[in-house]
């Protein structure tokens, strides 16, 4: 079982930066992909991006490539998403995601564990 906690969220101007963290509880943390995911209200989540167990692969939406950064420190049991250039259209109730798949995924139903999510709110 492993159970994850976010942080980082707030309100930002457009062209600004924040630091999510996802830290996590479990020993196992360290074996499972990760992944973070984004609703806006009156939306479906979207996919925003994953990294492997060890850190060394990575993915991302297009909308926030080159723009975001997905990484983690296991010894610390938390993952991140740096967000740069943010924009009004990230404004989002951000969840991280652990995955018992042994690999990177973009598919949220094959998450297993979920936060409960951090706002974002990005004004222009």
């Known amino acids: 079982q492993v159970q994850l906690v976010e942080s980082g969220g707030g309100l930002v101007q457009a062209g600004g930066s924040l630091r999510l963290s996802c830290a996590a509880s479990?020993?196992?943390?360290?074996?499972?992909?990760m992944g973070w995911f984004r609703q806006a209200p009156g939306k479906e989540r979207e996919f925003v991006a994953a990294?492997?167990?060890?850190?060394?692969?990575?993915g991302y939406a297009d909308s926030v490539k080159g723009r975001f950064t997905i990484s983690r420190d296991n010894a610390k049991n938390t993952a991140y998403l740096q967000m740069n250039s943010l924009k009004p259209e990230d404004t989002a109730v951000y969840s991280c995601?652990?995955?018992?798949?042994?690999?990177?995924?973009?598919?949220?139903?094959?998450?297993?564990?979920w936060g409960q999510g951090t706002q974002v709110t990005v004004s222009s």
């Open positions: 995601a652990a995955s018992r798949l042994g690999y990177v995924t973009r598919i949220s139903s094959e998450y297993d564990y």
């Open positions: 479990g020993r196992t943390f360290g074996f499972y992909p």
């Open positions: 990294v492997s167990w060890s850190g060394g692969s990575t």
